[in-house]
Nanobody
Framework: QVQLVESGGGLVQPGGSLRLSCASSTSIVGINVMGWYRQAPGKQRELVASMASGGSTNYADSVKGRFTISRDNARNTVYLQMNSLKPEDTAIYYC????????????WGQGTQVTVSS
């Protein structure tokens, strides 16, 4: 069982920055993929960024060049650095861990609210 806790959300002005953290209850070294997703009101949850255990990353087109996903294995934590924030980035941001051991297991955090507004 993997428990994930997100933090770092809040209210920020357009053009500002935030760093989200996702702390895992277990080591993230053996987790195949760590990802950040978001869900805006009335919209489906979408992938924002992901990082595989080997270090490869994937970003949604809408955040490329502005957001960066990273991990600190010693702290069992994954980060999402968000720069040049726009009002359309407003959403609840969720962390997800994907573990493949014969079957695929997915674990979600509770989410953290990010609001970009002047």
């Amino acid at each position: 069982q993997v428990q994930l806790v997100e933090s770092g959300g809040g209210l920020v002005q357009p053009g500002g920055s935030l760093r989200l953290s996702c702390a895992s209850s277990t080591s993230i070294v053996g987790i195949n993929v760590m990802g950040w997703y978001r869900q805006a009101p009335g919209k489906q949850r979408e992938l924002v960024a992901s990082m595989a255990s080997g270090g490869s990353t994937n970003y949604a087109d809408s955040v490329k060049g502005r957001f960066t996903i990273s991990r600190d294995n010693a702290r069992n934590t994954v980060y999402l650095q968000m720069n040049s924030l726009k009002p359309e980035d407003t959403a609840i941001y969720y962390c997800k861990a994907t573990l493949r051991i014969v079957a695929v297991y997915e674990y979600w955090g509770q989410g953290t609210q990010v609001t970009v507004s002047s």
